[in-house]
Structure formats: C-alpha cells, structure tokens
C-alpha cells in the first residue's frame, strides 16, 4: 500500500521537473533580450572580444549617440506619430462600421460586410507591388498620410469582427433611452456604444499599436526619405550602412523594443483575451 | 425622410469602404491584371504577355520552388518543434502550479517583439566570428561545433527556422493553454474514479478535446510561417546563395531588384493560391479526423 508521503513526494518531484523545464525556457526567452542590452552598453572597441555578460563598464553615452547621431529620436517620435495616428484612425473608422454593421439598415450591408470578412480570410502574399504603384499614382509614397492610409487599411477588417461581435451582444435598452432623449444615431455611437466598448476597444488598441510599432514591409515600399522612416525601416537602414557597429545597433534595438515591452506588460490581460478570441492573426 | 436615414446610415461605414476600396479593392484586381505583363513598374506602356509570366514561374523559375521548399522546411520546423514545445508548456502550465502566470508573461515577450529587433539580435548572437554562441562553444572545448550559422549552407536555413520557433511558439503557447482550460475538471475526476491513470485520461480525454484546438495553431502555423520574410531579411537577407530564400522574398526582389512588377504579381497569384490550397486541405483533413 502506498502512504500518502510517496504521493506527495512524487508530486513534488514532478513539480520540480515542471518548473526546471519551464525555468529554462524563461531563460531563453529573456536572454537574448538581455544580451541586446548588455552589448548596447559596450563599445566598439571592446564588444568583438569582451564576451562578459555584463559589461565591465556601462557606455550609457551609446544611446546618447543612437539617439542624436544615428537618428534614432527622429525615428522614434515617427513611430509614435504613426502608431498613434493609425490606431486613432481605426478606432473612430472601424467602430462606425462595426456599429452601422450591428445596428443600422441599410441596402447592401450584409454584402459590405462579408467584403471586410472575406479580407482577413484571403492571403494576397504580393499585394505590397500594386499597392506601391498605386500610391506612387497617388503621390502618397514617401508621405506619412499615404502609410497611415495602409496601416488603418490593414487593421480594419479584424478591429470591425471584433468591435461588431461585442456590439452584436450589448442590449438596445440603453441606446433606445438615450433615442427616447433625442438623442441621434452618431450621438448614440459616441455617448453610449463607444464607453460601453471600453474593453474590446482595449484589445482593438492594443493590437493595432503592437502592429503598427513592428511594421516593417510596408514601411519599406513607401518611404525612401530617411527623416520620414519609422524605427524598424531605419534599425534596416542602419545596419546596411553601418554594418559593424554593434553597440549603437544594439542600443538602437533596446529603443525599439522596450516600449512594446512595457505596453506588453501594462496590457497583457487584453493581449491574452485577444489571441484566445482566436480572432487576431495578422 | 426614409431615404434620408438610409444616407445618414451609409455616412457609418463610408470612410471605412472608401478606404478598403482604395487601398484593399484596387491593389487586389491589380494583382490578377499586372500578373499578365511585363511592366518595369515606372514607364507609362505595359507589354501585354498573356501567361507568360506563369508559364517562367512554372517551368524556368528554379529559385521560386526551391525558396517555396525553403520557406516548407521552415514550416515543418514551425509544425513540429514549435508547436510541440507550445503545447509541452501549455500543459505543464495548466497545472496547480506556482507561478504560471509568470511564465505565461515570459512566454509572449517573443511574439510581441518585432520580427527585425529579433532577427538582428538574433543575428548578433549566431555571428560566426564574434558571436556569443560560438564564444561559448570554444570555451566550453567543443570548438569543432563552432559554425558560421548563417552564412553556412548547411546550417543557415535550420537555423533560421530555429530563430522562427523561437519567437512564435507563444502565440501556440497561449492558445493550447486557453484550449485546455476549457476542458472540464470532473472529466478527470470520473476517469480516475473509473481506475483510469494519468497517461489513459491524457490520451482518452485530452487528446481528443484538443484536436480542434490543435489544427486551428496548426492552420495558422502555416499560414504564418510560410509568408514569414522580414526575420529571414534580418537575419541572412535571403543568402547564403538563396539558402534561406522565401517566396515574399523573390516577389520582393522582382519587384525592388529585378524591376520586374508584372512578374512579381504573377509570383504573388501563384503563393497566394498555394496558400490557399493549403489552408483548405487542412481543414478537410480535419473535418474527416474529427468525424472518425
């Protein structure tokens, strides 16, 4: 007969396989991460031979230079203007259409509809070559308006999915109140769908900005004008010119990602919820 | 008065049509129209050259298959080693376990990440003669191990598959996790009751229930691995001599390097029917495993 002290040993041994097993991939989750900073604070000279994890003097002054010389501030506030432009755009665009698809009557809709569905089901692997053509006819290449254009184009079908099935199942009684008061279509979108959407729009702004942050292709079609690339065209950029110097790289890397790292990790909660609504692949 | 809120209606999703039109619509037929000549992409005349551009992918373009077999090899690495390490996880992670909510934080730092900010660090670490891994090889006296793993032919393409898994297996990771949350506990229960020991009520109660769940990552897996680029740009920039070539790569270079926009459309139509193709059996396939 086995005692309950063998069960409970064997499940504390088991546990400690687990965690072994799940402390290894945490370590190799993080550590090229910090590896990037670690060789953002060498310098040339020393980041060829010193393989130390941590280096024996910290050149904060790296960032400093990525920043200023390598244009990497420039960089950084472009990213910012985009990834707030496009996410604003989508928010306001797509939570329009997705109310008009939940709420309104209008000819054709179910059509429309079935458009922005058919969109996010469809791969158009080289759809970047017509759209290049198309925006050189446009003259929106090398402008910011023409790759915020795109962006809120690629973000819109799955923000409407998403914004529509959580309009689909919110009760009319309030909109029939607030209609009751006088109030009209566009002031029930305002006053009452969108505060009430706070937490789906959670996840349609936290995609979107994760999206628009680590575009890369696009961004490489449109702009050829330095002064208007956002961080992942300009770290490209960066390495083809400087091809060797690793610590400015390195920092100019750290810069990139650390604010998705903090968004990530203020807004994981609407992250997990997006992924498992098993609606969002880009 | 009617009519006026069906307008009123239509001002809704105006702006979000008009831009899809534009920028989704239009580059959409452009794609099938521009597949059928020979355009450089700046002067104003197109050659009109009905399939021939089909007809070079399918019979001359040697590098386009090869890089279509590069970016399947991937997506096999992608298929087994990540999803099998995703799903590994998901499970140890849906046990009463101290901090799995930590580990669940760690787990999708990666996806989160740009695909060039890995692809460069990634990069930094596999240099072959400054960077960390073959550091390590040497002082760990497994100096015959040391390798150019990007720039070598043998090593370049699993290599960069490796980088791949790496920064996907989370997004599998959650999904499996979410998956197995919903199944009930008292169906353990009951097959412990019932004598069952842990590796029947894996194989008679979690398996099954997971198989929906696991061809949904698997659909996905593919459909994301097999147009990932912008890692590959990062890392290899498509080299060693096409070793690690995918075909968003070569539409990219007859587009950007050959100037050959017609050519490029046409490349894009075929991996974009291929894909779907794929896409579909997939989903047969599990229709039929879900009905026996």
């Not at chain 1, 985009?82 to 665009?93: L, Q, R």
């Not at chain 2, 702006?15 to 794609?31: D, E, Q, R, S």
Request: with cysteine; glycine share 6%; hydrophobic share 55%.
């Amino acid at each position: 007969m086995r005692t309950i002290a063998y069960y409970k040993s064997k499940k504390i041994a088991v546990n400690a396989i687990i965690h072994l097993l799940l402390i290894a991939v945490t370590i190799t989750c993080l550590f090229p991460l910090f590896w990037m900073v670690s060789s953002s604070l060498k310098t040339q000279e020393t980041i060829f031979k010193d393989m130390s994890l941590i280096p024996r003097e910290f050149h904060f002054e790296n960032y400093i230079l990525a920043w200023r010389e390598g244009g990497f501030g420039r960089y950084f506030l472009n990213s910012i203007l985009y990834t707030v432009s496009v996410v604003a755009g989508i928010i306001i665009i797509a939570s329009l259409a997705a109310y008009a698809f939940s709420r309104l009557r209008f000819p054709g809709k179910n059509f429309l509809f079935f458009m922005f569905m058919a969109a996010m089901m469809i791969p158009i692997p080289g759809s970047f070559v017509p759209l290049y053509v198309l925006l050189s006819k446009l003259h929106l290449r090398n402008t910011a308006l023409g790759y915020i254009l795109c962006m809120v184009n690629v973000g819109l079908s799955t923000s409407i999915f998403l914004l529509k099935t959580f309009f689909d199942k919110l009760p009319l009684e309030l909109e029939d109140a607030a209609r009751m008061d006088g109030c009209s279509k566009l002031g029930i979108w305002w006053h009452v769908a969108l505060p009430l959407a706070k937490p789906v729009l959670a996840v349609v702004v936290v995609f979107n900005a994760l999206n628009v942050w680590n575009e890369y292709v696009l961004a490489l079609i449109i702009f050829d004008n330095k002064n208007l690339m956002p961080l992942q065209r300009a770290l490209m950029m960066f390495r083809g010119e400087f091809l060797t110097d690793y610590p400015l790289l390195m920092a100019g890397l750290t810069i990139t990602a650390l604010p998705i790292i903090i968004v990530y990790l203020l807004m994981q909660k609407y992250i997990v919820k997006g992924v498992t609504s098993g609606a969002l692949f880009g | 008065m009617r009519f006026k809120a069906t307008l009123e209606n239509y001002v809704f999703v105006l702006p979000a049509v008009l831009i899809f039109l534009i920028f989704y619509v239009i580059p959409f037929i452009w794609v099938f129209q521009l597949g059928l000549f020979d355009w450089d992409g700046i002067l104003p005349t197109k050659t009109f050259v009905g399939l021939d551009n089909f007809k070079e992918i399918f019979f001359q373009d040697k590098i386009w298959w090869q890089s279509m077999l590069n970016a399947g090899w991937i997506t096999f690495i992608a298929l087994t080693l990540q999803n099998a390490v995703a799903f590994l996880l998901a499970m140890a992670c849906n046990r009463e376990i101290k901090l799995k909510h930590f580990y669940r934080l760690i787990f999708f730092i990666p996806p989160v990440l740009s695909e060039v900010v890995v692809g460069l660090v990634w990069q930094w670490i596999l240099d072959g003669n400054y960077g960390l891994l073959n550091g390590w090889l040497v002082q760990l006296g497994l100096p015959n191990l040391v390798r150019n793993w990007l720039s070598d032919p043998n090593t370049a393409l699993t290599t960069v598959a490796i980088v791949h898994s790496w920064k996907g297996f989370g997004w599998g990771f959650l999904i499996f996790l979410a998956g197995l949350q919903t199944i009930p506990r008292e169906f353990y229960e009951a097959a412990r009751v019932d004598g069952a020991n842990a590796w029947d009520s894996f194989r008679k109660i979690t398996i099954p229930l997971m198989v929906p769940v696991a061809v949904l990552v698997a659909i996905l897996t593919v459909l994301g691995t097999m147009q990932a680029f912008v890692l590959i740009t990062a890392m290899t920039g498509g080299g060693p001599a096409y070793h690690t070539q995918v075909p968003v790569l070569r539409i990219l270079a007859s587009m950007r390097g050959s100037s050959r926009f017609g050519y490029a459309c046409a490349q894009g139509i075929n991996f974009g029917l291929i894909l779907m193709a794929i896409s579909f059996i997939q989903y047969r396939f599990s229709r039929k495993a879900r009905n026996t």
